[in-house]
């Protein structure tokens, strides 16, 4: 608090000096300083040199971090279809870690070549097909009481219908689990206040298991479904034995949020093809963007996750593929399951810090819709529905329609600060709108101002801004098109994250964040002092994977290779200089299970392992055992090294693999 007022106190003066030095200005422009006549040394100087304006200035104090400072605030945001995940300090803007999750990433030495980390991968492949890409969209820290807690992230890959989880000790995927009725999903990731579940929604609806059915045979077979991971905490992995879906009709499902503190227990998901088109141009049918967007309305799916794991433990859902699923007419009988008209072809649902209100953008409708939980709950209890063609209760629109807010063209998401404001990003317009939250008098809710950013606005996150206690400061907008913000890198552009100060009265942009190794859809942004990563491993020879000491785990001077049979088990250490043993002989037709672990103890002292001609690259941090398997298939001589410059003497820290005819 103390350093906040100091802080403030320092850009107070240091904004008056620059408006004088703004003023200053009007007069005859100062000539660049030449490098000749030495570097600049006044700020002013440096600002003039530069031409940089008082609020260029300003935007640099926010967000300098000098040399030897942390960031804040940790933004995880996902990296679209590069299928990883990305972490950013905020506000400096600086990437930290490209945690690689769908896709094997070679620096990190995931999923490649027969190690345990390939295992996390070949788990999420489909229908026994290896899959190695994916399009992960939502990030989910995990929550205590609805607030972070720093433990976990999870994040979908929307391609392919799957869940992965990160473990924030280490920043590294632990799992990959795969829906097994569901070919796409989007809703997902978000996680129930507790992380009791990690809530997933599907979007383009098939046949549950998406085995062929004639498109004509849609409003019959295919389905959507709200798929609840349970989240096993102690063991850090989704168990998916005591997971469950709920069915629902192939509306194409969109984003959903989970309800808290008053609405805990329920969550919500939208949808934008309540139509049911199912494309068909070449056949005279209107295309799927004209015949998904005919209605005025679509629905909110509303259901009560807590009712529907009672039902689930009660046995009456049905195995589907392996998977618990609580079939519509059930959702219905028991009341899990209902619906409540929202304005064009919806996309964010976004439940505000006090669970009291859940907000829906239509992305063909330039306002927000704000529901209460109070008047849907009272609607229920009313039985104020009708019922629509699959039999389940549509609530009575302006029964559970609270409020709403002209914002302007292409509202898509939105997300909340500590001061009763809610942010909501507006794709069309590029821009984000600041809008005032009116509690309980809907009369109250105003738009308050619009940002301009560069340019097309999908997702906007802000600090904590999803949970029970958004922290307010920081917005940052997520833009698809960067066009003109950057020196060109070719046609393909990074997005453009802009970093935007939300602390005063007046929105500001204060930095520009080329992302040039994906495409971020949402992102959250934690306190920093929440993550308790771990500097090295707990103990010299730990499993990552299992997140225990591994059974391979080698001391010095216990190295050796094992042969039986045609099986070789080779147990080596790696140390700053050189890999024990140095040479490993095996012969051609040979099995070679192989383990390595660096018994390093010191903080940063990570070693890597690429085995030239064998598709093996490992990375191994201070105190990991990992394992890869090896069918020796050519004879020939072969090196491995040390991928990691280690210490002086790294070049030498490598060694020989030969294998006999
Ligand atoms: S989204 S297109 Cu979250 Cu707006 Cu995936
Ligand atoms: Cu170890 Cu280079």
């Known amino acids: 608090m103390k350093r906040l007022v100091y802080l403030s106190l320092i850009l107070l003066l240091l904004a008056a000096t620059f408006a004088a030095c703004g003023r200053r200005r009007a007069e005859p422009t100062p000539e660049p300083v030449s490098v000749e006549a030495g570097l600049p040394t006044s700020a002013m100087e440096i600002a003039n040199a530069r031409g940089l304006t008082p609020e260029d200035i300003n935007a640099a104090l926010k967000t300098y971090v000098p040399s030897g400072k942390w960031d804040d605030y940790l933004m995880f945001t996902s990296g679209g279809h590069s299928g990883q995940l990305i972490v950013i300090g905020i506000p400096s803007m600086r990437i930290l870690k490209n945690i690689a999750v769908f896709t094997p990433e070679s620096w990190q030495g995931y999923g490649i070549g027969g190690s345990e980390s390939e295992a996390i991968l070949n788990a999420g492949n489909v229908r026994g097909r290896t899959i190695r890409y994916g399009d992960t969209h939502h990030p989910a820290l995990s929550e205590t009481g609805g607030d972070y807690d720093g433990q976990f992230v999870f994040i979908n890959d929307k391609a392919n219908a799957r869940i992965a989880v990160v473990d924030l000790r280490d920043f590294e995927t632990k799992q990959i689990v795969k829906d097994p009725n569901l070919i796409s999903n989007h809703g997902s990731t978000f996680v129930t206040p507790n992380t009791e579940y990690v809530v997933q929604g599907s979007q383009y609806a098939t046949p549950l298991g998406w085995e062929y059915a004639p498109i004509e045979e849609y409003k019959e077979k295919y389905r959507g479904l709200i798929t609840l991971w349970k989240f096993d905490r102690e063991k850090g992995r989704i168990d998916v034995e005591n997971s469950f879906s709920i069915e629902v009709p192939p509306y194409w499902q969109d984003l959903c949020d989970a309800g808290k503190l008053e609405s805990e227990g329920w969550a919500f998901c939208n949808s934008f093809n309540s139509e049911m088109a199912t494309g068909g141009i070449e056949e005279g049918n209107p295309p799927f963007e004209a015949g998904a967007s005919q209605r005025d309305t679509d629905y909110l799916h509303i259901f009560n996750w807590r009712k529907a794991a009672e039902v689930v433990a009660a046995g009456k859902a049905e195995v589907i593929n392996g998977m618990q699923v609580i079939r519509m007419p059930t959702a219905v009988e028991e009341g899990i399951l209902y619906l409540a008209p929202e304005p064009k072809s919806p996309h964010g649902a976004d439940v505000t810090p006090d669970g009291k209100y859940i907000v829906v953008s239509g992305k063909l409708d330039p306002h927000v819709t704000v529901y209460s939980f109070a008047k849907i709950q009272q609607a229920i209890a009313d039985q104020n529905w009708e019922l629509d063609e699959f039999g389940i209760p549509v609530l009575d629109y ?264």
């Not at 059974?551 to 049979?565: H, L, Q």
Request: hydrophobic share 40%; net charge negative; charged share 20%.
């Open 398 to 661: 302006d029964a559970v329609r609270h409020a709403q807010v002209e914002l302007g063209l292409g509202p898509l998401h939105t997300v909340y600060d500590d001061k009763g404001f809610a942010y909501t990003s507006l794709f069309l317009d590029s821009a984000v709108a600041k809008w005032k939250l009116g509690g309980e008098d809907p009369e109250a809710y105003q738009l308050v101002e619009k940002l301009p950013v560069q340019y097309n606005i999908g997702h906007i996150t802000a600090a904590e801004g999803d949970t029970v206690s958004p922290d307010g400061l920081y917005v940052v907008a997520l833009n698809k098109w960067a066009v003109d913000r950057f020196a060109p890198v070719g046609p393909l552009l990074p997005q453009n994250e802009q970093l935007i100060d939300i602390s005063g009265d007046a929105m500001k942009v204060i930095y520009d964040m080329p992302m040039g190794i994906g495409e971020p859809h949402y992102a959250q942004i934690i306190k920093a002092d929440k993550i308790q990563a771990w500097n090295t491993y707990p103990e010299v020879g730990w499993d990552p994977v299992a997140q225990a000491p591994s059974e391979f785990a080698t001391k010095p001077g216990e190295e050796r290779i094992e042969r039986n049979g045609n099986q070789v088990e080779v147990f080596m250490t790696a140390v700053r200089s050189h890999f024990t043993p140095e040479r490993v002989m095996v012969k051609k037709g040979d099995h070679v299970i192989w383990h390595i672990t660096n018994i390093e103890t010191a903080h940063d002292a990570t070693h890597g392992f690429q085995l030239g001609g064998h598709n093996v690259s490992l990375s191994l941090e201070p105190g990991e055992t990992a394992t890869f398997e090896l069918d020796v298939d050519q004879d020939g001589t072969f090196t491995f090294y040390c991928t990691e410059f280690c210490s002086a003497l790294h070049l030498e820290m490598a060694g020989y693999l030969l294998v006999e005819p």
